[in-house]
């Protein structure tokens, strides 16, 4: 392994996963799914996406007499030895056959169950108050962990694990702004590259291969014309002169996402279409200004929503005008009429108020940025006019 490689580092801040689970009273926590357990060990496992069923652990104990562990795959063993992650004690899990494969530096467990039972024992939470992700735990799962440890305080950590991912550190936010500036840049060159009779099908094929020779991968291309021109995956519907193109794409980099919405007309736009987009950019705009740390989400939905009233578009409604960005493409906050919770230094944030007509079409620009104690960084810029 090269000496030169930088000392792997949490993605997440300690301090802050301290203080959340002393506030909670927890002695110990466990995540288990695909998001929070690449938070918490930096390890992404291919096994998330190769088997939807698949479950790792993490486990980490609040006191430092006792090392977090990371449960891993047996047969992603290979990775580490050339991806290390911060976190030194291991468990695996699984058999695999791998030739002259260095001496693993960790207990091999039959299956994930017996590595998290050992690792809950050995860490001393046997009979301690554990935050597990409990709105996404398999109700079996839950079972087994009551029979094997009946006197464990099972505490729900769901709503502090996504609070605590709502702060981002400096290289997640790295991470999250590359991943935006390859969708625009994606997205941008491949509707430059329209031509006759193209389908809907070709224009995101072109925009997932911009994607990934940038050196992302692709979440999802979202994108759909004319009539349909709302939310959909694309089909074979060649493009037509007078279309409304509306794409969302979510390019992962890194582990972190990206979620742009762009709106597109195939010739000059009518009247009624320019005027529509231009409000739904005015929208956006007054949500991008309204974000300041100690604003709450909703004051940020009413802004959004204020410029629609007020350009005489009464009719338009939505349940919410933007939400965090991070792990996944859309992250806690949300800005909806009745959330309370106030923006700090660190979220990243997109900001989104489309207005969807049939048939006319899809009217959507999003952009991101990262909130600063001192002034927000706008990682795109959707055009200001369609």
Request: one cysteine or more; a negative charge.
């Amino acid at each position: 392994m090269p000496t030169d490689r930088p000392e792997p580092k949490p993605l997440f801040d300690t301090r802050r996963l301290r203080a959340a689970m002393g506030k909670a009273g927890l002695e110990g926590i466990v995540a288990h799914s695909r998001p929070n357990y690449f938070y918490l060990t930096g390890f992404q496992s291919l096994d998330y996406v190769i088997d939807v069923s698949s479950v790792n652990y993490v486990v980490i104990p609040a006191g430092d007499d006792n090392p977090p562990v990371a449960i891993i795959p047996r047969w992603e063993s290979m990775t580490l030895h050339d991806r290390p992650i911060w976190i030194a004690t291991k468990e695996y899990a699984g058999e695999y056959y791998i030739k002259d494969e260095p001496i693993l530096k960790g207990t091999v467990f039959v299956n994930t169950w017996d590595a998290l039972v050992h690792a809950l024992a050995s860490a001393g939470l046997g009979k301690a108050q554990v935050g597990f992700e409990l709105d996404l735990l398999p109700v079996s799962t839950y079972r087994r962990i009551v029979s094997a440890f009946p006197t464990m305080e099972i505490i729900d950590a769901s709503t502090l694990l996504r609070s605590l991912r709502m702060v981002k550190t400096s290289e997640e936010v790295r991470r999250i702004r590359r991943a935006c500036e390859i969708s625009e840049q994606a997205t941008n060159e491949a509707i430059r590259g329209l031509r006759p009779n193209m389908t809907e099908r070709e224009l995101a094929q072109s925009i997932a291969c911009k994607v990934i020779e940038q050196g992302a991968t692709v979440l999802y291309v979202e994108l759909a014309t004319g009539a349909a021109a709302g939310q959909h995956l694309p089909t074979d519907r060649r493009i037509n002169k007078g279309d409304i193109i509306r794409t969302d794409v979510a390019a992962i980099f890194e582990g972190y996402n990206s979620d742009i919405g762009r709106t597109f007309s195939v010739g000059k736009p009518t009247q009624e279409q320019a005027r529509i987009y231009q409000v739904a950019y005015q929208s956006i705009q007054a949500g991008l200004a309204a974000i300041k740390p100690g604003t709450r989400a909703k004051d940020i939905f009413a802004e959004c929503m204020a410029v629609w009233k007020e350009a005489g578009f009464t009719d338009v409604r939505r349940h919410h005008t933007g939400h965090g960005i991070g792990l996944e493409a859309h992250e806690a906050p949300a800005f909806k009429p009745d959330n309370e919770t106030r923006i700090e230094p660190g979220m990243v944030l997109a900001v989104e108020a489309p207005y969807y007509i049939y048939p006319v079409g899809g009217f959507a620009p999003e952009d991101i940025l990262v909130v600063g104690p001192d002034g927000n960084t706008q990682f795109t810029h959707a055009p200001a006019e369609l």
